[in-house]
């Protein structure tokens, strides 16, 4: 299990992916595993190859008791901030179990409402294999819909950034200007309307 505390009972880790990029939706994942069905090589999204994230994704959603992805869309972020389209994202995700959990852990240092006691983990995503796991789907979901965006503006190079603020980001920016999947409240963004 590479070092990484597996929660005894129906406890679900929660993880997100996106709440940094300047387009496209936020992501989050909750994840119940399977003490009795192991799965080796589990850890943060971000220190996996693609290749291994996405062979993991698939065991994840063979083994786990039970998984959900969900989504916060531009609209909502834009309408709500990042902080609460993420918390909303997290809530759907749990909501979206099929089987109830009796707890969550989720990563970083703030948590969702939920009807279930709800603990933060700072850095879960390395310590907890739930979380991990939640981080692998959370992931591998939205890098998947990123590439689908990319087939509809692929002016923006989100196939090779994700939607992230990179320079060749920036340049597509300010050649193109902001498509519909780019944040507007986002500063970079919000600038482009001012110019």
């Known amino acids: 299990m590479s070092g990484l505390i597996v929660p005894e009972g129906l ?3 929660i993880d997100e992916a996106g709440r940094g990029p300047l387009a496209g939706p936020v992501v989050a994942a909750a994840v119940i595993l399977d003490p ?12 996996l190859s693609e290749k291994k994230r996405v062979a993991l994704a698939e065991e994840i959603r063979e083994k786990a008791v039970a998984w959900c992805v969900a989504e916060a869309n531009i609209e909502e972020i834009d309408r709500l901030n990042i902080l609460h389209a993420t918390m909303l994202a997290m809530q759907r995700a749990v909501a979206g179990l099929a089987v109830r959990p009796t707890s969550a852990l989720v990563d970083g240092n703030r948590c969702p409402k939920l ?13 907890i294999a739930s979380i991990a796991a939640a981080s692998i789907l959370a992931k591998t979901v939205r890098d998947a819909g990123m590439l689908e965006l990319h087939a509809l503006y692929p002016q923006y190079g989100f196939d090779r950034h994700m939607g992230y603020p990179t320079a060749a980001h920036f340049a ?24």
Do not use: T, Y
């Open 115 to 127: 009807e279930i006691p709800v603990e933060a983990v700072v850095k879960g995503d390395g310590k």
């Open 36 to 47: 009795a069905r192991p799965i080796q090589g589990l850890n943060d999204s971000k220190k």
């Open 11 to 13: 406890v679900c880790g």
């Open 172 to 195: 597509a920016l300010q050649a193109h200007g902001a498509s519909p999947v780019h944040r507007k409240s986002f500063g970079p963004v919000a600038q482009l309307s001012l110019l």
